[in-house]
Structures are given as C-alpha cells and as structure tokens.
C-alpha cells in the first residue's frame, strides 16, 4: 500500500467510526424526535432520521427505492473519489486529506442507509428560531473536506 492510499484510508476509516459511534451513543441515550439544550439559544443534541441527502434536502422523498439510489450514488462517490485521490493527489497531504474526509463521511451515512435504511442525525446549531437542518459528524467530515478540496486547489492554482 502507498503512501497516498494509507493518507486516504485511515483518515477516512476514523470519520466512519466516529461518525458510527456518535450515532450509536445518540440512539442509545435519545428517543427518537427528543432533543436536549447543549448551549442556550445555539446548539441541541436530537436525535431524528434523514431520509433524504445532506442537511435533509430530499427528506421528503420516503420511497424505500430512494435510499437504494442514495445507496448506490454514495458507493459510486467513493469509488469514484477513492480512484481520483489515489491518481491524481500528486502528493499533496492536504488535497488526500480533503478526499479522505469526503469519503470517510460518505461511508459514515452509507452504512446507515445499508443498515436502516435512513441516516441519524444528532446535530442541531440555531440562532433564534432559525435552525439550520440536523445533521451528524459524517455531514460535517463532507463539507470539512469540500472547503479544504477546493482551498487546496486554489492554493495549488496560485502557486502554479
């Protein structure tokens, strides 16, 4: 295994267990729908179920053949995504890094769609009465990884 692939791999694998843990412990210690204040006029901690994509867009959507199609595009995603940091990284620690957080998020929420078919959701951040959709650790590993991909390019584009 190269050094590339390591980078990929266990960064991606903790996000998974992470993610895996955080949502074991939120069904363990949350009924489902019940929420606790973490700081006043912030933060809860919920527990609910995400049927759809990211921050809830397509929750809507309650045919099981959706999560089979979710399924399917986040198995392709990290196959895709996989092959493309093991290729096309040139080395660079943190474009492997930004792969590796997209793909260990993606494996995170797939593996609870395999297993129940929607994703557990925990993370509640509002202001006001305004709150942004409940997501997990998974979610956040994705958008993490989003910010520090393309970062990374225009770091390396101008330097270029």
Request: proline share 1%; hydrophobic share 50%; net charge positive.
């Amino acid at each position: 295994m190269n050094r590339t692939t390591t980078l990929l791999i266990s960064p991606a694998l903790a996000v998974a267990v992470l993610d895996q843990l955080t949502k074991y412990m939120v069904v363990q210690g949350l009924k489902l729908h019940s929420s606790v204040e973490l700081i006043q006029g912030f933060l809860n901690l919920v527990h609910v179920r995400n049927r759809g994509i990211a921050f809830g867009m397509f929750h809507g959507l309650s045919s099981g053949t959706i999560s089979y199609i979710l399924a399917a595009v986040s198995i392709l995603a990290i196959i895709v995504i996989s092959c493309f940091a093991v290729k096309h990284s040139n080395g660079s620690r943190i474009m492997t890094a930004a792969l590796s957080l997209i793909v260990g998020g993606a494996a995170g929420n797939l593996i609870d769609r395999l297993r129940i078919g929607e994703v557990i959701d925990f993370i509640d951040v509002y202001i006001g009465t305004y709150h942004w959709p409940a997501f997990n650790v998974a979610d956040s590993a994705i958008t993490m990884g989003t910010f520090l991909f393309i970062a990374g390019h225009l770091f390396n584009k101008n330097r270029a």
